[in-house]
């Protein structure tokens, strides 16, 4: 049975005052005050949930003052809610749900291949909700449950939106269809108890047929109009509960037809003047409507980031998108096993560089649970052996859950 939303909101707000007022004492001391219980054993996804899962990674669980008391996260739970995890096929598998059981996964996404019908895919949720309320899980919040319902032919559940971004910017009047498309995206993914759009594209685009607009991706190609049809878009989207994701920062406008990073590397030789005054602009309204996430690009723009994808580089995480704009939500990474990174190792040492380029959310979208879990114990290897600092790992932590307190309001 589902929590009623007034005993998610008001046990969300009592976990997160306690984590958050413990984090940020925890930061400032440049470290989290551990208790050392025995190390657990490997994983055991087929075990009743009264029974305490064994973990992978060591429990060094958190006490939190701030908690009453009670115990606080571990490491491999604070680790936890930083990924998004996937499946395959239409049911959760049963390792999955143990880890949620535990309070070790952050959120899902769903694809086409996991969703048969609205009714399926809402009793899918209710079941994966069922298992974030195990007590043995401290994080009482909803999960961060997505998809990318964007319009037109990019849906991954049926209904609206149906119209692409290219046919609102071309409709007779674009604000009120981006308003319209932004309300009915909501509420088709509120309606299945979704808490997060991976929409809308803010990308720019610069020739017709080229990688957006090809699948009708961009409103337009004058920024403004992309910035405030974007916006439109956000606002209408968050009222109705679901939070809204602007992507792909700083842009993936000027990429051509071919130029897909889910196959392949891609570099956009994009001057800065041109990344700052056209592709970025777009991000000052989605920030100025209070878009809840941004997704960052795998492009590697040199003038900006030499060598390195945007969601690794701190210069465009950290520098261009938190200082130069101001955006202080979630950010989160754009698919981890994207071919855009194959030069980059595997995904541990991916989730490892995302982290601290400042990364928020790890989205592990390869439709299989386990990729999530080396993902996370990357995270916790990178807390131990202190490649990821403390105080900014709490940060992003402090933001996701937040963000997950914040679900469906």
């Known amino acids: 049975m589902r929590r009623s939303l007034s005993w998610v909101r008001i046990g969300a707000a009592v976990v997160v005052l306690g984590l958050v007022v413990f984090f940020i004492a925890s930061a400032a ?27 992978t990674a060591p429990s060094t669980a958190v006490s939190s003052p701030a908690s009453g008391g009670k115990p606080g996260l571990s490491l491999p739970q604070m680790a936890g809610q930083r990924v998004i995890f996937s499946y395959h096929g ?17 959120g899902v996404i769903f694809f086409g291949h996991n969703i048969s019908s609205l009714a399926q895919i809402t009793k899918v949720i209710s079941e994966l909700e069922q298992a974030n309320a195990s007590p043995l899980n401290p994080v009482r919040a909803p999960l961060l449950l997505m998809t990318d319902q964007e319009g037109g032919i990019v849906r991954r559940m049926p209904g609206a939106p149906y119209l692409s971004e290219r046919q609102i910017g071309e409709s007779a009047d674009p604000s009120a269809s981006a308003t319209a498309a932004g309300t009915s995206a909501g509420l088709n993914l509120r309606g299945v108890g979704m808490t997060v759009n991976l929409a809308p594209v803010l990308d720019v685009y610069r020739q017709p047929g080229d990688f957006d607009d090809q699948f009708g991706r961009s409103y337009s190609t004058n ?17 109705t509960g679901v939070a809204a994701t602007a992507k792909h920062f700083p842009g993936l406008g000027p990429a051509a037809k071919s130029q897909n990073t889910d196959k392949r590397p891609v570099t956009l030789n994009v001057s800065v003047t041109a990344i700052r005054n056209t592709d970025e602009v777009p991000y000052q309204a989605a ?17 900006l980031a030499p060598g390195r994808p945007a969601g690794m580089s701190r210069v465009i995480v950290s520098g261009e998108l938190r200082q130069r704009l101001g955006f202080n939500g979630v950010t989160v990474t754009d698919a981890l096993e994207a071919g855009a990174l194959k030069k980059f190792g595997p995904i541990q040492n991916r989730a490892v560089l995302a982290a601290q380029a400042g990364m928020d959310l790890l989205l592990c979208s390869a439709q299989n649970f386990a990729e999530g879990e080396q993902a996370s114990a990357a995270l916790v290897q990178g807390y131990q052996d202190g490649r990821l600092g403390h105080p900014a790992f709490a940060a992003a932590l402090k933001r996701v859950l937040a963000l997950r307190a914040s679900a469906g309001s």
């Open 29 to 55: 001391a440049g470290s989290f005050p551990f208790s050392s219980p025995a190390s657990k054993g490997s994983d055991s996804a087929g075990q009743s949930p009264a029974t305490p899962r064994p973990s």
């Open 90 to 106: 239409l049911n959760p598998p049963a390792g999955l749900l143990t880890l949620i059981e535990h309070g070790e996964v952050g």
């Open 223 to 239: 920024p403004e109009v992309v910035g405030q049809l974007g916006a439109d878009f956000i606002t209408a989207q968050q009222r």
């Open 287 to 303: 920030i100025a409507a209070g878009v809840r996430l941004v997704m960052l690009s795998w492009a590697v723009y040199p003038a």
